[in-house]
């Protein structure tokens, strides 16, 4: 079981496969006034950076679950290095349904909405492992300015302009599911630089190192065309940020 090939290369030395830096991951720590020992859980944990820093940092305890062998690996090494491996546990898994046996303070889901088909059905499965007063955790992008055509929509790597909302109609939409927005972390450009454009060096290298490799033509391609890609579409119309919710 695995994630598609292509982003456990693209993303093989990210520690965050998101828009965020580790400055919003610790800006969304402390805003959440996270106190010591409340569980967290992470679906779709990624290299697991958000739950090692938080566990190192706020001395919360956690569970991610990612399909990506790699990241999964990375995350219990990053766990071992920050020394917090009694505090987190990675599980590489396919999270979708996924429901914790001990309720949770906090229930995750940054960047991966798809787990549960959609941010509505994600917070409802989130809900499922959450506490009486538990906050929910939604990673999600939102159009910095509606797409003109369908095509530029495609550009940003999205199936349609209706994949999306705008930020008041993403925030709308959660009060529409009964939820309050208690707080919210937005990323910023920078953020998105680092999460896109660390992609092309490590892509650069793989093929340096796997020339003869299956995937060096598409990896190929990919250095070829992302930079401008990125540069028209994505980093015009697209942001990103993290919601935090409370069910009303
Ligand atoms: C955009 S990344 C976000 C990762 C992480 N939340 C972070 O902040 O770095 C999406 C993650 O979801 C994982 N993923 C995709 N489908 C999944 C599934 N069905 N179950 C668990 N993880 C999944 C990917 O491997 C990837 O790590």
């Known amino acids: 079981m695995d994630i598609p090939r292509i982003y456990n290369i693209t993303e093989s030395a990210h520690r965050i496969h998101n828009p965020f830096t580790p400055e919003k991951y610790a800006t969304l720590g402390r805003v959440l006034r996270l106190k010591p020992e409340t569980r967290v859980l992470d679906l779709g944990s990624g290299s697991g950076e958000m739950l090692c820093t938080w566990a190192r940092d706020y001395k919360i305890t956690g569970t991610g ?6 990241f999964s690996e990375q995350a219990i090494l990053r766990a071992q290095d920050l ?16 429901v914790a046996v001990e309720k949770v303070g906090v229930a995750a889901c940054v960047g991966a ?12 499965l989130l809900a499922k492992s959450l506490s009486p007063e538990g906050i929910i955790l939604i990673g999600e992008p939102y159009w910095l300015q509606l797409p003109p055509s369908e095509d530029v929509a495609k550009g940003c790597c999205a199936n349609s302009i209706s994949d999306f909302l705008v930020l008041p109609e993403l925030i709308a939409s959660f009060g529409d ?5 208690v707080e919210m972390v937005l990323a910023d450009q920078e953020g998105w630089d ?13 093929l340096k190192e796997n ?10 391609a990919q ?3 992302e930079p401008k890609r990125y540069a028209t579409y994505t980093r015009a119309y697209l942001g990103w940020g993290v919601f935090a919710l409370m069910a009303r």
């Not at 909405?113 to 409802?124: C, N, P, S």
């Not at 599911?177 to 927005?181: H, K, R």
């Not at 680092?194 to 793989?206: H, I």
């Not at 020339?211 to 190929?220: I, L, N, S």
Request: proline letters at 2%; zero cysteines.
């Open 65 to 70: 679950i990612d399909m990506s062998q790699l």
């Open 83 to 98: 020394g917090v491996a009694d505090q987190v546990n990675f599980i590489h898994g396919d999270a979708a349904g996924y």
């Open 113 to 124: 909405t798809w787990i549960g088909g959609g941010v509505a059905g994600t917070i409802e």
């Open 177 to 181: 599911l009964g939820y309050d927005v």
């Open 194 to 206: 680092r999460y896109e454009a660390a992609k092309w060096l490590t892509m650069r290298n793989w």
């Open 211 to 220: 020339p003869d490799d299956d995937f060096a033509k598409e990896v190929r």
């Open 223 to 225: 250095l070829t065309s």
